[in-house]
């Protein structure tokens, strides 16, 4: 009889590519999302859809929810794909046996998503990361006089996911080109923003290392840079391409999972400077990633050999992956395309060297390249991108 996971925020495209991934393994997968009818419970690998409440606006209801849930089903496996998910079930875990939650305790990923925190402990291990400053309160950003600004700057909340208690709040990391936006920016940010890092910006690719550790062991690897973004100024990536991944910054990388008694996937994230290619730390995400697609459509599946090795499972040797395939997610480039179109560079806090309009619509003209996959229109899955284009359609 096939095992079952239970795979939390169906909504999210990471929640797809493990419900993909695990079901063609031979699991069974359970999904569960705010509504009910997510994207991942579209794919024909969901055996369930339920509906459980908003992990950041109830965290205490979505884990008895889901605790209840992984009872129910005798589920193996335990996958909390978001931050806010995490942050609810880890703290959990003992009433989730006998299923199994594949990710160190609640303290160490607090401490790994602490942008502050983390940023300390790099240059430990040999990594940059931007020029900075702590804003510990509102009070400290008041203080601030335009000759301690370096312009533009980069105005990122230490944690994304902020509160403890009751309903959490997701923070976005903001751009200010000139002193007059910084000063906007600051009396826009609600107080859960502190500790606010103010950091220089790097313009320059992204890069991406994503790493397997297990018990001290490395079971994966893999690396992609992005090609475009939503918004074009930074944000989640919409175009993305297989690289090699360079074994320094993998050591490094792995080296500064270790310090924090890591176990799991995680995405190391930086960005390279176009003037000194120095790669600078932006954060890591200790789950799984958006555009975990790609690394499965390049050969590593990172969800499968996750399973195998939490439930004691046999895994080979780490899997080698092809350089040079690329993934797109369709209306997430759609509507990086539109804002593109209908505001300004200045307005989107673009960078010197972006395109400009007329040329990233020849770059998004251009549908296909060999090498190319499309992240969520599968034509042997064909449900999640249908259900994804009715809720874009619908504005949602």
Request: hydrophobic residues 50%; contains cysteine.
């Given at each position: 009889?096939?095992?079952?996971?239970?795979?939390?925020?169906?909504?999210?495209?990471?929640?797809?590519?493990?419900?993909?991934?695990?079901?063609?393994?031979?699991?069974?997968?359970?999904?569960?999302?705010?509504?009910?009818?997510?994207?991942?419970?579209?794919?024909?690998?969901?055996?369930?859809?339920?509906?459980?409440?908003?992990?950041?606006?109830?965290?205490?209801?979505f884990a008895a929810a889901i605790v209840t849930l992984v009872a129910n089903e005798h589920a193996a496996l335990?996958?909390?794909?978001?931050?806010?998910?995490?942050?609810?079930?880890?703290?959990?875990?003992?009433?989730?046996?006998?299923?199994?939650?594949?990710?160190?305790?609640?303290?160490?990923?607090?401490?790994?998503?602490?942008?502050?925190?983390?940023?300390?402990?790099?240059?430990?291990?040999?990594?940059?990361?931007?020029?900075?400053?702590?804003?510990?309160?509102?009070?400290?950003?008041?203080?601030?006089?335009?000759?301690?600004?370096?312009?533009?700057?980069?105005?990122?909340p230490s944690r994304s996911v902020a509160g403890a208690g009751g309903?959490?709040?997701?923070?976005?990391?903001?751009?200010?080109?000139?002193?007059?936006?910084?000063?906007?920016?600051?009396?826009?940010?609600?107080?859960e923003a502190y500790p606010l890092l103010l950091q220089e910006r790097i313009v320059g690719p992204g890069v991406g290392i994503f790493l397997l550790l297990w018990n001290g062991q490395l079971v994966a690897q893999f690396a992609h840079r992005r090609l475009r973004e939503k918004p074009p100024s930074g944000g989640v990536s919409v175009y993305r391409e297989s690289i090699v991944a360079d074994p320094?910054?993998?050591?490094?990388?792995?080296?500064?999972?270790?310090?924090?008694?890591?176990?799991?996937?995680a995405m190391v994230e930086y960005k390279l400077d176009a003037a000194t290619g120095t790669p600078y730390l932006m954060e890591i995400n200790g789950r799984f990633w958006g555009s975990l697609q790609l690394a499965v459509d390049a050969g590593v599946d990172f969800p499968a050999l996750l399973a195998a090795v939490a439930l004691g499972e046999p895994v080979e040797p780490m899997p080698h992956y092809r350089v040079g395939v690329r993934s797109r997610w369709w209306w997430g480039d759609?509507?990086?395309?539109?804002?593109?179109?209908?505001?300004?560079?200045?307005?989107?806090?673009?960078?010197?060297?972006?395109?400009?309009?007329?040329?990233?619509l020849a770059a998004f003209l251009r549908l296909w390249w060999p090498g190319d996959r499309n992240e969520i229109l599968r034509w042997a899955d064909p449900g999640p991108f249908f259900r994804e284009t009715t809720l874009w359609l619908r504005g949602q």
């Open positions: 009889m096939a095992r079952t996971v239970v795979v939390t925020d169906g909504e999210q495209r990471a929640a797809l590519a493990v419900v993909r991934s695990l079901g063609r393994a031979g699991y069974r997968c359970a999904v569960c999302s705010a509504t009910g009818r997510s994207l991942a419970g579209a794919s024909r690998f969901a055996a369930a859809d339920h509906a459980v409440p908003n992990a950041l606006r109830g965290p205490a209801a335990v996958v909390p794909v978001t931050e806010a998910a995490m942050l609810a079930l880890l703290p959990e875990r003992a009433k989730l046996a006998p299923g199994v939650l594949p990710f160190p305790d609640a303290d160490v990923f607090r401490r790994l998503t602490d942008k502050a925190e983390l940023l300390r402990v790099a240059p430990e291990v040999g990594i940059a990361v931007p020029r900075q400053l702590v804003l510990a309160r509102r009070a400290a950003a008041d203080a601030l006089a335009p000759d301690q600004v370096r312009m533009p700057a980069v105005l990122k309903a959490r709040l997701r923070l976005a990391v903001r751009h200010a080109a000139d002193w007059s936006e910084f000063r906007r920016v600051i009396a826009e940010l609600p107080a320094e910054l993998v050591a490094r990388s792995r080296a500064l999972l270790e310090r924090f008694g890591w176990r799991g996937v759609v509507d990086q395309l539109l804002l593109r179109l209908r505001r300004s560079s200045a307005e989107l806090s673009l960078p010197p060297d972006a395109p400009t309009r007329a040329a990233a």
